[in-house]
Nanobody, 115 residues
C-alpha cells in the first residue's frame, strides 16, 4: 500500500551536514508516526528520531541536539537534517511509517562520515 524511498545519503567529513529525504508513494492518511532508523555493520538497527501526526518529535540521546526530523505533508515527504556529523553516525538510514495496522520501511540510504 505504501512505498518509501530514501535519498540524500553520501560521504561527508566529520562536522559536516547532510539532509535525508523520504518520499512516500501512496496514501499516508492512516500513518500515526514516522521515524528514522539506522543500522551500522554488525550492530542492531536503532531508532534515531520520530515524529507523530501532530508534530511531536523525539530523538535518540546520541543524536539529540544535532539531528532534526521534520515533514511536509503536502509533499508526502519526511526529512532528517543532520548536523555536526561524527564517524559513529556512519550507517544505512531507513525511513519508517507506522499505522495502527501496518508498518512500512524504505530500502535505506548510506551515510558515511569520514575524513
Amino acid at each position: 500500500q505504501l512505498e518509501l524511498v530514501e535519498s540524500g545519503g553520501g560521504l561527508v567529513q566529520p562536522g559536516g551536514s547532510l539532509t535525508l529525504s523520504c518520499v512516500a508513494s501512496g496514501s499516508t492518511r492512516s500513518i500515526n508516526v514516522i521515524g528514522w532508523y539506522r543500522q551500522a555493520p554488525g550492530k542492531e538497527r536503532e531508532k534515531v528520531a520520530g515524529i507523530s501526526s501532530i508534530g511531536s518529535t523525539n530523538y535518540a540521546d546520541s543524536v539529540k541536539g544535532r539531528f532534526t526530523i521534520s515533514r511536509d505533508n503536502a509533499k508526502n515527504t519526511v526529512y532528517l537534517q543532520m548536523n555536526s556529523l561524527k564517524p559513529e553516525d556512519t550507517a544505512v538510514y531507513y525511513c519508517n511509517m507506522r499505522s495502527v495496522l501496518n508498518n512500512y520501511w524504505g530500502q535505506g540510504t548510506q551515510v558515511t562520515v569520514s575524513s
